[in-house]
């Protein structure tokens, strides 16, 4: 070096408070550091790309893209910054140069991150399955809403940190952001809640959307997942909103998850019937039951003496979850019943009051 000094004797010579020596030493380091960066990120992208060739997942074809992603600017300011060690400057210009670094490295770090995130959700569509239009199209406007706010906090959360480098004092702005966000999401809570309430139901699918669902006193098809509300076509054909909230807060009976719905009446016959045709009752409701399509009968029993009526009780199944179907079914017994019943001369009881007159 004292050689080349000799040689080059101008490298003694200052400017700005370094002298050129340290300059190029400098620019050595820069150069140096973008061909080191860019080789590694080769070498890395060459070993994970060889990995995956022998994985099934496409996590690392994930990795290989994050990894291309980075952005050439990240790598040229990364390494201007570490070259600017090397020379002397006032604190001025060293907190600008630290900053613009920070500033990169935050910016990059968001990104990745955001990356990440975009990458689970995409599994998370991928684990569900396979889903009708309407459906998807509900996922995507909640997913995307909390995705946006949760990159919303990731950026806010860089600036504060961005901020507090540049020695300003954040934390009467925190203080004020936190005090704000109270507010906000005191008057923003039920959305929250029906906003959490809908990613729940997303995730932990207790009834997506065509299912016939039952809570409190209200039943209908599931017609859409918001992100506020549910959308039910209740059996009246009118449309139910409901906030998720109070689906998630409450018992849901999800009728579409059965594999065979159970059916059971009772029927009441006078008490001037005879034994005999009492005793042929069963045995007939049964076969009535069991010759009917998609049914199947379980138990048809002389159940008690009711203050106007001999009281039996039918319990049947229907190989189908179809709510309109099981209707449909009662409908077709119930002729069959009284069709038999008109024959055998049979009849059903109504509420009767016998008086006894004393003399």
């Given amino acids: 070096m004292e050689k080349l000094k000799e040689t080059m004797p101008f490298l003694n010579q200052s400017l700005w408070g370094n002298t050129y020596e340290k300059y190029f030493i400098s620019l050595f380091i820069f150069i140096g550091l973008m061909i080191l960066l860019k080789i590694f990120k080769s ?147 039920s959305i929250l809640g029906d906003l959490f309430s809908s990613l729940s139901i997303l995730s932990d699918k207790p009834f997506q959307v065509g299912d ?50 159970r059916g059971s009446f009772d029927f009441g016959i006078t008490y001037e019937t005879s034994r005999k045709k009492l005793e042929k009752i069963p045995q007939k409701i049964e076969e009535i039951i069991n010759n009917i399509d998609k049914l199947e009968i379980e138990r048809v029993t002389f159940k008690e003496f009711g203050d106007s009526s001999l009281v039996f009780n039918a319990v049947f199944y229907i190989d189908s979850p179809d709510y309109g179907l099981y209707m449909k079914k009662r409908q077709v017994i119930n002729f069959k019943i009284m069709e038999y019943f008109e024959k055998e001369g049979i009849e059903f009881a109504y509420p009767t009051r016998t008086v006894f007159l004393r003399k």
């Fill in 212 to 261: 016939f669902i039952s809570t409190g006193q209200e039943s209908g098809t599931v017609k859409k997942i918001g992100i506020k509300t549910t959308r039910v076509t209740t059996l009246d054909g009118d449309e139910l909103v409901i906030p998720n909230k109070n689906l998630t807060e409450s018992r849901v009976h999800n009728f579409k998850k059965i594999k065979k719905r």
């Fill in 43 to 189: 070498l890395v992208l060459i070993k994970i790309k060889k990995l995956s060739q022998k994985t099934q997942n496409d996590f690392d074809d994930f990795l290989v893209k994050v990894i291309e992603d980075i952005k050439t600017v990240f790598f040229i300011i990364t390494a201007l910054y570490v070259s600017f060690q090397f020379l002397t400057f006032n604190s001025a210009v060293d907190r600008v140069v630290f900053v613009i670094f920070l500033v990169t490295f935050i910016v990059q770090v968001i990104l990745v991150i955001q990356e990440f995130i975009d990458y689970a959700i995409q599994k998370f569509f991928e684990k569900n399955g396979e889903i009708n239009e309407i459906e998807r199209k509900n996922r995507e406007a909640v997913v995307k809403f909390a995705i946006n706010l949760a990159k919303a906090s990731l950026w806010i959360v860089g600036a504060v940190l961005v901020l507090s480098n540049l020695g300003i004092n954040v934390t009467s702005l925190i203080t004020g952001l936190g005090i704000g966000g109270i507010a906000i999401a005191l008057a923003i809570q």
